[in-house]
């Protein structure tokens, strides 16, 4: 089934509707349905899949290893290394071990999870081993900041970035005020994770109101809102085959202008610069 797709900056095009596994590989007992409701949502041409070394301490690669079995190629994959492990040395070794755990021969797009002690000059270049060695194919970062950012393309290298994975949701807007525009002037996608603020923003009577205008649930006219605009990227997880197809069908809403005002009245932009939220 095919899905909008966004460009990044070498080209490619991905989808704007993913999926995310925080919280996945946690409890044995879960595997099974987690890898399922992967499964489910690459059939339904969620072929992008977020994932991270620190999830489950690895046990949500695992799922993800096991839902993308025999179907590698039809998959978009992401995933995170810590800052702990972002030296030279460090990054190239937790790259293996995801690889492992994934049971895959490379990654689509391989995460610095957040900023940590070690140089970003020393990541972007183990970045650049990987690539070379064919282990990875793009590289980004995650919960960089505007002046992170700026540091980050004057960097050797450093301009090769092709995304900047976020808190972003109606609840969270700060980036709309500089590191969104950043981003959009230079082609880089956001990547947004925790899209409906891991559902605690669903109960808000605004967003039940517009849902109710369209039939459609407050998670699906969150997504929505995300998937209108240019240059993003959202990665909610789904552990059930309820929720996947919910969050697919979000592709099909189409948010009016009285929608937006009444969502920007309820939930305000930013007037000025705010810190990076971080969950």
């Known amino acids: 089934m095919t899905v909008p797709t966004t460009t990044l900056p070498s080209g490619e095009a991905v989808?704007?509707?993913?999926?995310?596994?925080?919280?996945?590989?946690?409890?044995?007992?879960?595997?099974?349905?987690?890898?399922?409701?992967?499964?489910?949502?690459?059939?339904l041409g969620l072929t992008l899949i977020d994932t991270a070394e620190m999830y489950g301490d690895g046990g949500a690669e695992e799922v993800v290893g096991d839902a993308i079995s025999?179907?590698?190629?039809?998959?978009?994959?992401v995933s995170k290394v810590l800052p702990q492990n972002a030296s030279r040395?460090?990054?190239?070794?937790?790259?293996?071990?995801?690889?492992?755990?994934m049971g895959t021969d490379r990654i689509d797009l391989y995460l610095l999870h957040w900023r940590?002690?070690?140089?970003?000059?020393?990541?972007?270049?183990?970045?650049?081993?990987?690539?070379?060695?064919?282990?990875?194919?793009?590289?980004?970062?995650?919960?960089?900041?505007?002046?992170?950012?700026?540091?980050?393309?004057?960097?050797?290298?450093?301009?090769?970035?092709?995304?900047?994975?976020?808190?972003?949701?109606?609840?969270r807007r700060g980036i709309e005020f500089d590191l969104q525009p950043w981003c959009l002037r230079r082609g880089i996608p956001i990547m947004a994770y925790s899209p409906i603020e891991q559902g605690r923003m669903l109960n808000h009577p605004e967003l039940r109101?517009?849902?109710g205008r369209h039939g459609a649930t407050p998670a699906q006219v969150g997504l929505a809102w995300l998937l209108r605009q240019e240059g993003m990227i959202a990665i909610p997880k789904a552990?059930?085959?309820?929720?996947?197809?919910?969050?697919?069908?979000?592709?099909?809403?189409?948010?009016?202008?009285?929608?937006?005002?009444?969502?920007?009245?309820?939930?305000?932009?930013?007037?000025?610069?705010?810190?990076?939220?971080?969950?």
């Open 15 to 43: 989808p704007v509707l993913g999926q995310g596994t925080w919280f996945m590989g946690e409890d044995d007992r879960e595997w099974g349905a987690e890898a399922d409701a992967l499964r489910l949502g690459l059939d």
């Open 70 to 77: 025999g179907r590698r190629d039809g998959v978009f994959l």
């Open 89 to 101: 040395r460090g990054a190239i070794a937790a790259c293996e071990r995801s690889l492992r755990r």
């Open 116 to 171: 940590g002690g070690h140089p970003l000059a020393e990541t972007v270049a183990a970045f650049e081993d990987l690539q070379a060695a064919g282990k990875i194919r793009h590289w980004g970062v995650s919960n960089l900041d505007p002046r992170d950012m700026e540091e980050l393309v004057r960097v050797p290298g450093g301009e090769a970035c092709a995304t900047d994975q976020v808190l972003y949701n109606l609840t």
């Open 209 to 211: 109101r517009v849902a």
């Open 239 to 279: 552990s059930s085959p309820e929720h996947v197809r919910e969050n697919r069908a979000a592709l099909d809403l189409r948010l009016t202008g009285q929608d937006l005002a009444d969502l920007d009245r309820a939930f305000p932009p930013p007037r000025r610069a705010q810190p990076l939220e971080m969950l």
